[in-house]
């Protein structure tokens, strides 16, 4: 069972940085896949933040984050990573790692980012 598990997360301020990691356990595989970040606040929907693919690195941004966040991955630790600066409240939600691979959509269990203004 492919464990996906976000850290990372937390308080920060207005303008501040915060970098979250998201860390895949019982994952093997020799094809490629995607890595995406996904948020969620209060009374909104799930909403696309960023992907980054596992062989060329190639990444993509929502408008949102483009510019100030950065998606990455290491491939020998299985882990991805979302540095996000320029902080605004409205980054404030719930960030969830994904995985697509195979066919398949593995997610982590979330994790909180709020920011203050």
């Known amino acids: 069972q492919v464990q996906l598990v976000e850290s990372g997360g937390g308080l920060a301020q207005a303008g501040g940085s915060l970098r979250l990691s998201c860390v895949a356990s019982n994952f093997y595989t020799l094809s490629s896949y995607i890595w995406r970040w996904y948020r969620q606040s209060p009374g909104k929907e799930r909403e696309w933040v960023a992907l980054?693919?596992?062989?060329?690195?190639?990444?993509n941004y929502a408008d949102s984050a483009k510019g100030r966040f950065t998606i990455s991955r290491d491939t020998v630790k299985k882990t991805m990573y979302l540095q996000m600066n320029s902080l605004k409240a409205e980054d404030t939600a719930v960030y969830f790692c994904?995985?697509?691979?195979?066919?398949?959509?593995?997610w982590g269990q979330g994790i909180q980012v709020t920011v203050s203004s």
């Open positions: 980054v693919t596992s062989t060329a690195g190639s990444t």
């Open positions: 994904n995985l697509h691979s195979g066919g398949h959509d593995y």
